[in-house]
């Protein structure tokens, strides 16, 4: 069994950051693409940032790219989201998601393994 511990969400202003992490146990981290999956009021959950195990390729949702960095350190198994220059169309539930599929070729959520247990974002304007 993966378990997946986020951290990090809060309220925010327009144009402030943001960073959350991600701690991992239970199986070996590697086996893993990891992603960040958000979800606002209404919407369905989609993927905002991904990262291979090997953290060589990385996917952002376009709308977030230029702001979101993505990251991963195997040696302590986190995966982190730094957020810059948030927006108010930013704000959701995120979500840690870990697959044994290509990250970068975006998964819908019902494909998704293995999930933390999500941590809200607000962005106020």
């Known amino acids: 069994q993966v378990l997946l511990v986020e951290s990090g969400g809060g309220l925010v202003q327009a144009g402030g950051s943001l960073r959350l992490s991600c701690a991992q146990s239970g199986r070996p981290f590697t086996y893993y693409d990891m992603g960040w999956y958000r979800q606002a009021p209404g919407k369905e959950r989609e993927l905002v940032a991904g990262?291979?195990?090997?953290?060589?390729?990385?996917y952002y949702l376009t709308s977030v790219k230029g702001r979101f960095t993505i990251s991963r350190d195997n040696a302590v198994n986190t995966v982190d989201l730094q957020m810059n220059n948030l927006l108010p169309e930013d704000t959701g539930v995120y979500f840690c998601a870990a697959t044994w599929a290509r990250i970068i070729d975006p998964q819908p959520a019902a494909a998704i393994p293995y999930w933390g247990q999500g941590t809200q974002v607000t962005v106020s304007s």
């Open positions: 990262i291979s195990r090997n953290g060589e390729f990385t």
